[in-house]
């Protein structure tokens, strides 16, 4: 230290600063009077560290007296002399500080360490659940605290290895779930990621895991692709003796192909039977949330068998709001059940045929028995399709040849169930052209 050149308290006592004015004590400490009058003076010491200046606050006096400000200032010195940095170790002191009391807050409310795996995790699923649809949100938090949070949920994240993560996994591929087992490796590697956003970590362990479990084998809805197996199936649908809602949906499942959720769930405000045409609300689509929230409904022409059924069905439903209403249930549509179970009243097992399997039905035979363009028939079954000209271009284009689709399967399921089909492959039965090949041809046909 400098010279002390405050000679004791009285020469501060004494002391009447202007405001902000300094008293100096030599070796960089000060005195530094209040800002208001009547205020307190503060202590403050300058120093200098790899070049740069620092000022560190001692406390106010009459607190800090003069001989505890000078034992603070020799003491910030010293630390200086070894190399270290007085502001910054405070800040240190003052975050861990800090960092207990939150603990200790966590504690008696009864919340997870701060950082550790679970409280990431949590957090990540936070920023993520607005653009997941409600179930799917559900699923991902329920994998984590059956699988993962019972295990390493109270590990600091930063700490956690590749091989405590597979442990997990492993764990659940061993239930013979390896589905899930490799569901909780991706949502272990979505956090670990976000953390890294977060300057928790540097680098995601799950990254290290790939191939290191099982593949699980990809199991499709049983589907009657066969059109001699599908007209057998025809017939028994069309001597179906149960409740006419559920015969109803049974005829009207294959002829329209939609997923069971989107099929079942059904209104009769959707439906306009005089031009033939469903518009299956964007909300009741498999998309992400925002396509459901902002997208088109799916348009879904109406051949002339399914208008029929739906007339008929009409004057028993017509006052509720499903097509195909619970039985006994106000206010629900059909479970999702319930096509399965008439299915395998028919004598249709599971591994046989399925609801969900009369898409797979209708996109082999459109193509193989039919020989319907593959883009047409996937804009029906509401998959993407890459189109240069985009999906406007598709809609405009293609609802004319998507209208002659759905007459052409409907009659073909006729022929199969009346026996009129001879079940030929498409090679021998006439090409169907859609309407923009006719147009071309048309149009060609005037210029020559």
């Keep these: 230290m400098a010279i002390e050149l405050i000679k004791d308290d009285g020469m501060i006592e004494a002391w009447k600063p202007r405001p902000l004015e300094r008293m100096s004590d030599g070796g960089g400490l000060f005195l530094l009077a209040a800002r208001v009058p009547g205020r307190r003076h503060a202590w403050r010491l300058d120093y200098t560290f790899e070049r740069k200046r620092v000022t560190l606050s001692l406390g ?3 607190k800090v007296e003069l001989q505890l400000a000078r034992e603070k200032a020799r003491e910030i010195q010293r630390l200086v002399a070894r190399g270290i940095d007085p502001s910054a170790q405070r800040k240190a002191q003052r975050a861990a500080f800090m960092e207990a009391l939150d603990a200790e807050r966590r504690v008696l409310k009864g919340e997870v360490p701060k950082n550790c795996f679970e409280d990431v995790a949590r957090r ?14 559900s699923k991902v938090i329920r994998r984590l605290e059956r699988h993962v949070f019972p295990y390493i949920g109270l590990k600091q994240i930063a700490s956690i290895e590749p091989p405590e993560i597979l442990e997990v996994c492993r764990r659940v591929e ?15 590697s979505n956090v670990f990621r976000f953390g890294i956003a977060e300057h928790l970590l540097k680098t995601d362990p799950c990254r290290d895991l790939r191939g290191a479990l099982k593949k699980p084998v990809v199991k499709h809805f049983a589907a009657i692709t066969k059109p001699r197996e599908l007209a057998e199936l025809l017939k028994a649908i069309h001597a179906y003796s149960g409740s006419l809602v559920t015969r109803s949906a049974l005829q009207l499942a294959p002829m329209l192909f939609l997923r069971p959720g989107e099929f079942r769930k059904a209104r009769w405000d959707e439906f306009d039977l005089d031009n033939a045409i469903w518009f299956v609300p964007s909300q009741r689509m498999k998309r992400t949330k925002v396509q459901k929230d902002g997208g088109e409904p799916h348009f879904v022409p109406l051949p002339r068998q399914a208008v029929a059924v739906l007339e008929e069905l009409y004057y028993l439903t017509g006052k509720t709001d499903f097509v195909f209403p619970a039985e006994g249930r106000s206010g629900r549509s059909m479970s999702d059940g319930t096509l399965n179970a008439a299915l395998r009243v028919l004598g249709y097992t599971s591994d046989i045929a399925t609801g969900h399997g009369f898409r797979a039905t209708a996109r082999t035979l459109l193509r193989e028995a039919l020989s319907i363009d593959r883009e047409i028939i996937e804009l029906q079954l509401a998959h993407e399709v890459k189109d240069a000209n985009g999906r406007a271009y598709n809609r405009a284009e293609f609802l004319d040849a998507r209208k002659a689709m759905m007459q052409k399967w409907a009659d073909y399921l006729d022929d199969l169930r009346e026996g009129r089909s001879d079940y030929r492959t498409h090679a021998e039965l006439p090409e169907f052209v859609p309407v923009t090949k006719r147009r071309a041809a048309q149009s060609h046909a005037s210029a020559v």
């Design 60 to 62: 106010v006096y009459p």
């Design 124 to 137: 990540w699923y936070a920023t993520r659940e607005s653009e997941w649809v409600g179930a799917y949100g």
């Design 174 to 188: 061993s239930q013979g779930t390896l589905e899930t087992a490799h569901r909780a490796l991706e949502h272990c």
